[in-house]
């Protein structure tokens, strides 16, 4: 079997979708793209691509090194993030060639199904009371939640007030019924997140996520020493060597690879294993489509250290289209107590509606993030 031919759909609300096809008529699907950079991602597939062409799609492992290791340089969203939708391609293909679900390949599954949680409030927190409850009544047990607007380096207790009235009151709405993810977005700097870190405390959060930027993760110790919440980090860290440091010098307790950012199921499956090692929880970041999802989940399966999934159903980005509205078959993500089941058919699981994702193609999309301001007018982390 060899691969014959590939195409790439940007379709919206923000995502960029791959198809490999072989000779023998197997086709796998990625979900290869970094969000607001969807046309870059496309430019570096395609380079990467043209290597592939009238190769075994079987041979992952080679075609991963080769991808990773054959250009001088290497690692990187972008790159990484082209590595991954075509990893993800090609376990697809290989489960469809063995008529099994991608995690039969990587040892089988340790548990049936994982918990999920749901995104409330936007970019800028708001109105998350009534969000919540609706999650509850959807049947999630579990949140998350942006925590800030914009912070300076300093910034006034005024605005770290306006974070705990936000969390009271999802508590004072539905008490401990959802566990709560507060993410500081990379958004604060080390002297505000000891500050609001330590003041969190009291609503019991399931944990911080990324209080300071990846590039700034040697503050996370110090954080740690003001808190005893649990801390998230790793969606903008794209390879087991990333991890390496992170791991080795204890500064955080779950890691939060992004299966189409940091090489696929490949490289995570790796990563979440390295983490089990130095007993640290895995929760993958997934605010993207339904093949990146497809692929968390089949890694999920085998990760013991797995705990929760993100998903991006319902989330703020996912306008005019969502997560179900390229599936031929909706109820593979069928949500019941807090849970999602492990897809249990060939490759990742799932059927994409190819004369839906061609229709909306036509479309298409060029999403970019905000661009946040202080009041100074320097920029602000988004």
């Known amino acids: ?17 791959l198809k490999i096809e072989t000779d023998e008529g197997i086709v796998g699907w990625g979900e290869p793209v970094i969000e607001g950079k969807a046309a870059t991602v496309r430019a570096a597939v395609i380079e990467l691509m043209e290597s592939l062409i009238g190769k075994d799609p079987m041979d992952i492992e080679g075609h991963w090194n080769t991808m990773y290791r054959g250009g001088f340089y290497r690692g990187g969203p972008i790159l990484m993030s ?30 049936d199904k994982i918990k999920v949680y749901s995104w409330i409030g936007g970019d800028r927190p708001a109105d998350v009371a009534n969000t919540a409850k609706k999650s509850l009544e959807s049947g999630f047990k579990a949140i998350k939640m942006n925590a800030t607007d914009e912070m ?20 004072e709405a539905v008490g401990y019924a959802l566990d709560i993810g507060v993410d500081f977005h990379g958004r604060l700097h080390k002297p505000m997140a000891k500050v ?14 990324e209080p300071v930027l990846p590039e700034n993760n040697e ?11 649990p801390i998230a980090t790793g969606e903008r860290m794209f390879s087991r060597w990333q991890f390496k440091d992170l791991l080795t010098k204890g500064y955080a307790d779950i890691i939060q690879p992004d299966l189409s950012h940091a090489g ?9 294993s390295m983490a089990e090692a130095f007993d640290v929880a895995a929760a993958p970041h997934c605010p993207l489509g339904p093949i990146a999802l497809a692929a968390c989940l089949q890694v999920d399966a085998t990760c013991h250290n797995a705990f929760i999934q ?8 996912n306008q005019g289209n969502d997560l179900m509205d390229y599936l031929s078959d909706k109820s593979v993500f069928s949500y019941q107590d807090g849970f999602v089941n492990i897809p249990s058919g060939p490759g990742l699981g799932i059927e994409i509606d190819e004369e839906q994702v061609r229709r909306m ?7 970019k993030n905000p661009l946040w301001k202080h009041e100074d007018g320097s920029a602000a982390e988004w």
């Open 219 to 229: 503050a996370l110790r110090e954080i740690a020493n003001h808190t005893c919440i």
């Open 152 to 171: 300076q380096y300093v910034d006034s207790y005024q605005k770290i007030d306006l974070v705990l009235q936000r969390v009271a009151s999802i508590r």
């Open 82 to 111: 082209a590595i991954a939708g075509i990893d993800q391609a090609l376990w697809d293909i290989k489960g469809k060639f063995y008529n099994a679900p991608v995690y039969q390949l990587l040892g089988g599954k340790c548990r």
């Open 310 to 317: 993100e998903q991006s159903l319902g989330i703020h980005y």
């Open 361 to 367: 193609a036509q479309v298409g999309h060029n999403w």
């Open 1 to 17: 079997m060899k691969i014959k031919s590939f195409e790439l759909f940007q379709v919206p609300p923000r995502w960029l979708f």
């Open 196 to 209: 609001l870190a330590k003041e969190l405390e009291q609503f019991r959060p399931m944990f911080i996520e």
């Open 264 to 272: 696929g199921i490949t490289e995570c499956k790796k990563i979440l």
